[in-house]
């Protein structure tokens, strides 16, 4: 797909590159010239197309377990480090999660009591890419699920899938909800 807009060298880099190659003959030095512009313009594709390329998934995973319970399982550290992750920190608005041995870090986008919790892992800073645990209570039978919403490369999707389910069932036997 074209770009919608030119991409326009600074003059100074322009004359640079003319001076460098001030031997070269105007065509060439010409050619020269657009085919580097479009080595740039494809890189600058790729990278916008990398960043874009996550897909968006929700699960529902129903859990019979009062609200306020899983509302501490699911938005403290000390709750968190039971089923999620084997440490988890909080410093400010971040959050940091271990896993044997590796860090990761987490802002804390919001969070409504006995209601969710949305995170931006840092590496997604600048995106729109977030997860989200949110409990969901059916208004009728008093039922409740956890929601989770997240975002995977399209070739990672069904593994990430696979590792909430494994995590939300380390829950569930925490919360006695097998």
């Known amino acids: 797909m074209p770009p919608s807009r030119y991409i326009i060298l600074p003059s100074s880099i322009s004359n640079y590159i003319e001076g460098f190659f001030f031997g ?14 479009t080595i740039y313009i494809y890189i600058v594709l790729q990278l ?8 968006k998934y929700e699960m529902e995973f129903p859990i019979h377990v009062s609200p306020a319970l899983l509302y501490q399982y699911i938005s403290t ?26 860090e990761e ?3 804390l986008l919001s969070k409504k009591s006995l209601e969710r ?7 997604d800073e600048g995106t ?28 990672e999707v069904e593994e990430g899938k696979m590792l909430w389910e494994n995590m939300v069932s380390e829950l569930k036997q925490i919360l006695g909800s097998t």
Do not use: C
Not at 117 to 123: A, G, M, S, V
């Open 117 to 123: 919790i949305k995170f931006r892992w840092l590496e």
């Open 128 to 155: 729109d890419f977030f997860f989200e645990l949110r409990i969901q209570v059916d208004e009728i039978t008093k039922d409740v699920s956890l929601m989770i919403t997240d975002f995977a490369e399209e070739d």
């Open 48 to 55: 916008i197309k990398t960043m874009d390329d996550k897909i």
């Open 77 to 102: 550290p000390s709750g968190m480090s039971e089923w999620y992750a084997d440490n988890v920190n909080l410093r400010g608005e971040f959050f940091t999660f271990i896993w044997e041995g590796s």
């Open 105 to 107: 870090e987490a802002k």
């Open 24 to 37: 070269l003959h105007k065509k060439k030095l010409k050619l020269f010239l657009l085919n580097l512009v």
